[in-house]
């Protein structure tokens, strides 16, 4: 595994396309695995270089805090796609499996290689038909706003996780600075596309009227 030099375009660009369906370097919510990788960079990506600069961008907005997220930290390459700098083989996919499987076994005996064939042939589409159904999912940081500086920020957080639903998963939090002493929860979350909407979240969140004055969604990505 490995990206290769981060610091060249060569490195980037396999980082680019790493993040083309992926919101993090690891999972589903920022974790050292972002940090070590955010650090090995040291600078924004160029700008043709889109998921990775969206990527750096949200990492950047933890500032300080980015070195306290979640996880244990390995390697830089550790970190990345099979097959690049680092790569010392790895486990075929199901595709590499997959085309592996020879439909058309040689066989001097037509009868023979004809019922090794059907047997193959079977074995393929019962493999593909195994294969879990994808589920698409988003990754949603929110901005809940308290009503001012007196607000119980630990309370309302706690009150905010309280929100439990079938494909929703609750993820990293701080609080940022907002003006004359108050502060704003900054919370991830991830969920399943087909189960839960933004709006449901807004009402949710929203009914801790004692603490919350308002919902934003500050990033939206699919997963």
Known sequence: ??????????????????LADKSYIEGFQPSQADSVVFAAIG???????????????????????????PGVAKAIDSYGPAGVAGSAGGKKDDDDEDS??????????DEEAEK???????AYAAKKTKKPALIAKSSI????????????MKAMEDAVRTIEADGLLWGASKLIPLAYGIKKLQIMCVV??????TDFLE???????DFVQ??????????
């Open 100 to 109: 592996d499987i020879d439909l058309f076994g040689d066989d001097s005996d």
């Open 116 to 122: 090794l064939k059907a047997e193959r042939v079977a």
């Open 192 to 197: 399943e596309d087909d189960k839960i909407g």
């Open 203 to 209: 009402e949710k969140i929203t009914e801790f009227e």
């Open 43 to 69: 600078s924004a990506p160029k700008a043709q270089f889109v998921n990775a600069l969206r990527w750096y961008n949200q990492i950047n907005s933890y500032g300080g805090d980015v070195k306290s997220l």
């Open 141 to 152: 940081l929110l901005d809940v706003k308290p009503w001012d500086d007196e607000t119980d």
């Open 1 to 18: 595994m490995g990206f290769g030099d981060l610091k060249s375009d060569s490195g980037l660009k396999v980082l680019n396309d790493f």
């Open 214 to 223: 308002s919902v934003d969604i500050a990033a939206f990505n699919k997963i």
